[in-house]
């Protein structure tokens, strides 16, 4: 019964912590706003959290969770390995479109980032989320071109992904992210 209680307190602070981090910003968000977000006492988090830093860190392993169980979903339904490669762009478009409470600012996990200090262990997460997702467009593009086209395509699809990403959260709508999907279908149309 202890147990059920402990997870489903962690439950509730990592879905607070994540509406507050996103709309707030982690600096901004104190551990007060989270627990009264939470509707648990403070004490519960320093139960399930060792600090804030471990909390964060929870949160951007979540967002990485989520992401990769949208993409999944999506490349499910891929026939070849291009559609692997636009299934991470529709991933990307289904997060921003996910209803947000103060609307769509970008990627979670590089606004987090953003406010990291160089060598946190979450922003050493970010990293290797983005390398994961690069690797991933690697992995589909390799079946479809020389691994040096491959390679290099991906980078770019890369740079693509993530400018699109920064536009649309400034623009508060998956419009761009749309258009890069377009524009990566070209690209690797022509491979």
Same mark, same amino acid.
């Given at each position: 019964?202890?147990?059920?209680?402990?997870?489903?307190?962690?439950? @509730?602070?990592?879905?607070?912590?994540?509406?507050?981090?996103?709309?707030?910003?982690?600096?901004?968000?104190?551990?007060?706003?989270?627990?009264?977000?939470?509707?648990?006492?403070?004490?519960?988090?320093?139960?399930?959290?060792?600090?804030?830093?471990? *909390?964060?860190?929870?949160?951007?392993?979540? @967002?990485?969770?989520?992401?990769?169980?949208?993409?999944?979903?999506?490349?499910?339904?891929?026939?070849?390995?291009?559609?692997?490669?636009?299934?991470?762009?529709?991933?990307?478009?289904?997060?921003?479109?996910?209803?947000?409470?103060?609307?769509?600012?970008?990627?979670?996990?590089?606004?987090?980032?953003?406010?990291?200090?160089?060598?946190?262990?979450? &922003?050493?997460?970010? @990293? &290797?989320?983005?390398?994961?997702?690069?690797?991933?467009?690697?992995?589909?593009?390799?079946?479809?071109?020389?691994?040096?086209?491959?390679?290099?395509?991906?980078?770019? *699809?890369?740079?693509?992904?993530?400018?699109?990403?920064?536009?649309?959260? *400034?623009?508060?709508?998956?419009?761009?992210?749309?258009?890069? &999907?377009?524009?990566?279908?070209?690209?690797?149309?022509?491979?």
């Amino acid at each position: 019964m202890a147990e059920s209680r402990t997870g489903s307190a962690r439950t @509730r602070l990592l879905d607070a912590a994540a509406r507050l981090f996103y709309a707030r910003g982690v600096t901004a968000t104190g551990i007060d706003a989270i627990t009264n977000e939470a509707g648990v006492a403070k004490m519960s988090l320093y139960n399930n959290f060792a600090s804030k830093d471990e *909390l964060v860190d929870a949160y951007i392993q979540a @967002r990485h969770e989520e992401w990769l169980g949208l993409y999944q979903q999506r490349v499910a339904e891929a026939g070849s390995p291009i559609d692997g490669v636009l299934a991470v762009f529709d991933a990307y478009i289904d997060h921003a479109s996910l209803a947000y409470d103060h609307g769509f600012r970008g990627c979670g996990l590089l606004n987090a980032a953003a406010e990291l200090p160089v060598g946190a262990p979450g &922003r050493e997460a970010v @990293r &290797r989320h983005k390398e994961q997702v690069e690797s991933i467009l690697t992995e589909h593009l390799t079946a479809a071109a020389p691994a040096d086209v491959a390679i290099a395509t991906a980078e770019q *699809l890369s740079f693509l992904l993530e400018g699109a990403m920064s536009r649309a959260g *400034l623009d508060g709508t998956p419009e761009r992210l749309v258009r890069a &999907r377009e524009m990566a279908a070209t690209v690797v149309g022509s491979l």
